[in-house]
């Protein structure tokens, strides 16, 4: 059921979980302000997510509330882990899910990083 971008952050969410260390992620990347992962059903050949360490539901909750630092943080961490994972030649695909249109599932602000095909155009 996609989550309403608005909701109060859901501290039990499956992503604060992995962030508290509580379940376990495949973890490829992590920093001060990020953790990344691959995902637990990849839609791509390489299907990795990266979230920021903050509490915040969605990029929108993020976008408007989060501090130049988490924001910088979060940007340079994706970046950071296409050139780790060998994705930016032959390019990827960046995509975040936000609210109900969106289809986003976890309340936790995710951003998704696709690679190892090719993906033709945009939806
Ligand atoms: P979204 O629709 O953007 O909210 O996508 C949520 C993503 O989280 C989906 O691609 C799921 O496969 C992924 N996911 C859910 N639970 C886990 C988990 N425990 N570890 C890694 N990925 C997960």
């Not at 979230?51 to 408007?64: H, I, Q």
């Not at 943080?73 to 994705?87: D, F, P, S, T, W």
Request: glycine share 8%; with cysteine.
């Amino acid at each position: 059921m996609p989550i309403n971008p608005r909701d109060p952050y859901d501290p039990n969410n499956i992503f604060a979980k992995i962030l508290r260390g509580e379940i376990p992620c495949d973890k490829v990347y992590e920093d001060e302000w990020t953790l990344a992962f691959h995902d637990i059903n990849p839609q791509a050949p390489l299907h990795l997510l990266v979230v920021p360490k903050g509490a915040y539901v969605s990029w929108d909750d993020f976008s408007e509330k989060a501090s130049s630092e988490e924001i910088a943080g979060l940007i340079r961490a994706v970046g950071q882990v296409a050139r780790e994972n060998g994705l930016v030649d032959p390019g990827y695909r960046v995509l975040a899910n936000i609210g109900q249109h969106g289809h986003q599932e976890v309340p936790h602000l995710h951003i998704h990083l696709f690679g190892g095909r090719q993906f033709g155009t945009m939806i």
